[in-house]
């Protein structure tokens, strides 16, 4: 399949495994350069390596991470043509066992981490004409558990 991503710049977060490591599988074979980016090391190294792609460990709930991926894609690839916000978790934990820190970190996992960096890349896309920015979303965001 063509998706007309050969030779773009493509990021994608929560990239070491699942979905996330499957898209940049995908894109890879398109013929993109990825960064793949996740906060354990050593998967993601190896993932990376594996499929010939850039990679930058990072916590993306960190704000300072965002320009550090955008810096990481300019320096290393030269531009950013495509985003995937993919990074994200979901835990089996009782409704009424949910507290106020549970909440707050997965609105910061599922909600402001892909805004920000949505935000710090952005006008870099939009400079080389647009490009396709994709969130993949948990209902992690609305309620941090499966129960």
């Given at each position: ?48 390596e ?26 290393q ?8 916000n ?14 106020d ?47």
């Amino acid at each position: 399949m063509d998706l007309g991503l050969d030779g773009r710049v493509c990021v994608v977060t929560g990239a070491s495994r699942g979905i996330g490591l499957a898209t940049s599988r995908r894109l890879v074979a398109e013929g993109a350069q990825v960064l793949m980016v996740a906060r354990d090391e050593e998967p993601l190294s190896a993932a990376a390596e594996d499929l010939g792609a850039e990679w930058l460990a990072g916590d993306v709930t960190d704000a300072a991470c965002d320009e550090r991926i955008v810096a990481t894609a300019v320096e290393q690839l030269g531009r950013i043509d495509v985003l995937v916000n993919n990074a994200g978790t979901s835990r089996n934990v009782a409704l009424d066992e949910l507290t106020d820190d549970d909440w707050r970190e997965q609105h910061e996992l599922h909600v402001m981490a892909p805004m920000r960096l949505m935000r710090a890349a952005a006008p870099r896309v939009a400079g080389r004409g647009g490009g396709p920015i994709a969130n993949v979303c948990s209902s992690s965001g609305k309620r941090p558990s499966q129960t």
